[in-house]
């Protein structure tokens, strides 16, 4: 991993024991009780750049979803599945007492019996083989691969599956993935063919080198101006003096964002440059921050509350 992200990510609790587990139990409650939203904000932008890109290619789509972990993206954007109905299901007492292999054989019954878009394929990328494989498992993403591309190489089946790619996503994931991944995801795809970036990243992590190695694959980057997605409650008073203290070395300003609690990120979207110029990336996407206040609250008022301040 970069160094400087690395030194960064530092600051933030450190939860790789819940991206590692045979099933998502653990993720939902750690994650859960943090208010962890992501996802669902971001379901409904991947959703615009999808029909976006369904309409220029005339057919269904692929996403590569990059540090998929259990495949909740796929659950909240083409199931429609929220954070909450997700939470209340794995707390659930029958849930809890199952058997890892028990449950994956009950979730892959529960997410067959939601509509899924035809139209839209996933693939999942992540580190953890226990992720990609319950994802696979219950059906969130039809092909997976477990490699960690900050320090490995993609063999031929991970640069042929790579390729397939109409979109390249990922939330949560910057920080703990740099502008190597994304130089060897690009580098995976043969000249003259590549894939949309969307990236929704924490506003301590800085883009510029990732933007810098997309321009080089002939992607041109954009930020949506005036928008933050909360990614998730701070867990500590200790983390969130951190990120803000981050935030400010950056030129950023906390006030009503960070100093209230919460991650926020932005949404940075890297296509080829004819594309950007037919249509700039505020008017392919738009977000409805009522909406998605009202999303964050419902989920908030589930979950307790921490006095931070
Ligand atoms: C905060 S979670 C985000 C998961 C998912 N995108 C979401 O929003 O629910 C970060 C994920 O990145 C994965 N990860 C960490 N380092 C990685 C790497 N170098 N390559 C691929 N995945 C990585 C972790 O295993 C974990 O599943």
Not at 88 to 101: F, G, K, N, S
Not at 231 to 238: H, K, Y
Request: proline share 4%; aromatic share 8%; with cysteine.
């Amino acid at each position: 991993m970069n160094v400087r992200f690395s030194s960064i990510n530092a600051i933030k609790a450190d939860f790789s024991d819940i991206y590692a587990s045979d099933d998502p139990r653990d993720y939902f409650k750690v994650l859960g009780k943090l208010n962890y939203v992501i996802p669902q904000l971001a379901a409904p932008v991947l959703l615009q750049l999808a029909e976006r890109l369904i309409e220029i290619k005339g057919r269904p789509i692929t996403i590569l979803d990059v540090g998929c972990s259990y495949g909740l993206l796929s659950a909240t954007a083409r199931l429609g599945l929220s954070i909450s109905q997700l939470c209340a299901r794995y707390e659930a007492e029958p849930i809890q007492a199952l058997d890892p292999q028990r449950l994956a054989s009950f979730d892959a019954k529960y997410f067959a019996s939601w509509p899924k878009r035809p139209d839209i394929r996933f693939i999942g990328l992540d580190c953890s083989p226990q992720a990609i494989s319950y994802a696979l498992t219950v059906g969130l993403i039809e092909k997976g691969l477990v490699i960690d591309l900050e320090t490995n190489a993609p063999d031929g089946n991970a640069r042929s599956l790579i390729s397939q790619a109409d979109l390249i996503i990922s939330t949560g994931a910057v920080g703990y993935i740099s502008e190597k991944t994304f130089s060897k995801l690009l580098q995976a795809f043969p000249a003259g063919k590549s894939a949309w970036v969307a990236s929704f990243v924490l506003r301590m992590f800085d883009y510029a080198k990732i933007a810098k190695t997309l321009h080089e694959h002939g992607l041109e980057t954009e930020r949506l101006n005036d928008v933050t997605f909360v990614q998730r409650r701070f867990q500590d008073r200790s983390e969130l003096c951190s990120a803000i203290d981050l935030i400010k070395s950056r030129g950023l300003d906390p006030s009503g964002k960070e100093d209230e609690g919460f991650y926020h990120a932005e949404l940075f979207l890297s296509r080829p440059t004819n594309e950007v110029r037919k249509a700039s990336l505020s008017r392919i996407v738009s977000v409805d921050c009522d909406n998605a206040a009202e999303q964050l609250l419902e989920i908030a008022s589930n979950e307790f509350h921490r006095d931070l301040h």
